[in-house]
């Protein structure tokens, strides 16, 4: 069964910094991996998407890796805002299957 | 173009009662998730329709139940509601299925009594 895990939980840190956000799974035998953010009450939002053969995704200040073989993501985000504050989900896509397996969050907070 | 939504945004049921949900996708998408996601369990995958046939189906009991129209707009019910089914429910639409960028809608807030 494909396990998602996001470390930190939580992290808080002041306006301006880079950051990296950890996302490891379990199975290596996924299709593709999905970041999103999701403000408090709210949909989420889709940032990047990485295919399987791909190693990173670029979109503005945000850089997304995926290392397949040791079954960790991270999402680099440089010169950090305070709106860039929400919660960031990676979900990824089991090979031969239609849905997201998603882990439980990162809650990120940037202070002005 | 308009994005995913969702009607209601927010429902107060009883326990016992039954709830329809509503999403409609992106004009062009064709397939249309549900994930309930709660405090405890997080995103959970419900069911995943395409073309108005239900192609995956999460670890969900029978009472949850979703369908497609021809339009791609989607519908999902439960019955019998419990209170652990207070949650956020989110549906999510793209072209061609899960392997495409997923686009959510705001969800719809259920609160059961």
């Known amino acids: 069964k494909q396990e998602v895990t996001q470390i930190p939980a939580a992290l808080s840190v002041p306006e301006g910094e880079n950051l990296v956000l950890n996302c490891s799974f379990t199975d290596s035998a996924i299709y593709n991996l999905q970041w999103f953010r999701q403000d408090p009450g709210k949909g989420l939002t889709s940032l990047l998407l990485i295919q399987s053969s791909q190693r990173e995704q ?9 290392d397949k073989s040791s079954g960790r993501s991270t999402l680099y985000i440089a010169a950090s805002q305070p709106g860039d504050s929400a919660t960031y989900l990676c979900a990824v896509i089991i090979q031969g299957a239609q849905k997201l397996v998603f882990g439980q969050g990162t809650r990120l907070t940037i202070n002005p | 173009k308009a994005g995913v939504t969702q009607t209601p945004r927010y429902l107060i049921k009883t326990r ?25 369990q997080g995103l959970q995958f419900l069911f995943e329709y395409f073309s108005e046939t239900q ?33 956020l429910y989110l549906c999510a639409s793209s072209r061609a299925g899960a392997r495409d960028t997923q686009y959510f809608g705001p969800g719809t807030r259920l609160t059961v009594l």
């Not at chain 2, 039954?18 to 405890?40: A, D, E, F, K, M």
Request: net charge positive.
């Open chain 2, 55 to 87: 192609r995956n189906k999460g670890n969900f009991p029978g009472r949850f139940s979703g369908r497609q129209f021809s339009n791609s707009r989607s519908e999902m019910n439960v019955s019998t509601l419990e209170l652990g089914d207070s949650a």
């Open chain 1, 58 to 66: 670029t979109s503005g200040r945000l850089n997304a890796s995926l």
């Open chain 2, 16 to 40: 016992g009662q039954q709830v329809t949900l509503s999403c409609s996708p992106i004009s062009g998408h064709r397939s249309v998730s549900w994930y309930q996601q709660t405090p405890g």
